[in-house]
């Protein structure tokens, strides 16, 4: 057994799927491996995403340690999300699908994602 922030888990896999899991945060860390994005950049990159999901999934990858968030105390205040170091380190398994979607399922090369 395994436990990690309060949850317990039966497998590392699972610890993984549950920091990963969510529509959109494997796309939001594919982008933010490419350098620092501001909220509106990555809502506009991550299509389809609605704001209060983008924020629930970012406040998530956050608690979780694979982003970083700062605030900037300007008027309007300026925002910008980061990958950590864990977050950095999960980019081989992002690029490892990103591969199989593409040798695999046929998906063309230049396709954004």
């Known amino acids: ?19 990963l ?3 959109w945060k494997c796309l939001m860390l594919w982008h933010l491996n490419d350098g620092t994005k501001r ?16 924020s629930q999934q970012l406040r998530e990858l956050e608690n979780d340690g694979l982003v970083s968030k700062t605030v900037y105390p300007e008027v ?10 864990l977050g950095k380190s999960a980019f081989p398994i992002l690029k490892l699908m990103h591969e199989w979607g593409i040798t695999k399922l046929g998906i063309p090369e230049n396709t954004d994602g």
Request: glycine fraction near 6%; charged fraction near 30%; proline fraction near 8%.
């Open 1 to 19: 057994m395994i436990e990690w922030k309060g949850k317990k888990y039966h497998c590392p896999v699972e610890v993984s799927m549950d920091m």
């Open 21 to 23: 899991s969510g529509k």
């Open 39 to 54: 909220y509106s950049e990555l809502e506009r990159i991550v299509p389809g995403v609605s704001q209060k999901m983008l």
């Open 76 to 85: 309007p205040p300026r925002v910008e999300y980061a990958l950590t170091e």
